[in-house]
């Protein structure tokens, strides 16, 4: 069985950077692509960031947010830099049956209980 959990997120200062960690028991991360999805207070879930095959970032995130893994550790990361009191949001990750680095949540099988990130102005 498939488990994700999350850590890193917090409270930080706009223009300030965190890094999440998203672990992973259960299969290798490596074979299979692995996102960051993001959602605020009263929104919808948002797609952030997927590594796969390759990598892909929402419009809102590419410059300041990377996405990396460790296949050693079975971890993936998301640095984030520049934050914004806009990025404030439980953020999530999840892992789907496909190295495809697809950016739709419905597309994914497996899902981790969220981090909150709150950013403040």
């Known amino acids: 069985q498939v488990q994700l959990v999350e850590s890193g997120g917090g409270l930080v200062q706009a223009g300030g950077s965190l890094r999440l960690s998203c672990s992973a028991s259960?299969?290798?991360?490596?074979?299979?692509?692995t996102g960051w999805f993001r959602q605020a207070p009263g929104k919808e879930r948002d797609f952030v960031a997927v590594?796969?095959?390759?990598?892909g970032y929402a419009d809102s995130v590419k410059g300041r947010f990377t996405i990396s893994r460790d296949n050693t550790k079975n971890t993936v990361y998301l640095q984030m830099n520049m934050l914004k009191p806009e990025d404030t949001a439980v953020y999530y990750c999840?892992?789907?049956?496909?190295?495809?680095?697809?950016?739709?949540?419905?597309?994914?099988?497996?899902w981790g209980q969220g981090t909150q990130v709150t950013v403040s102005s």
């Open positions: 259960g299969r290798s991360l490596r074979n299979y692509a």
């Open positions: 999840a892992q789907r049956d496909s190295a495809w680095p697809g950016g739709n949540e419905y597309e994914y099988d497996y």
């Open positions: 590594i796969g095959w390759s990598t």
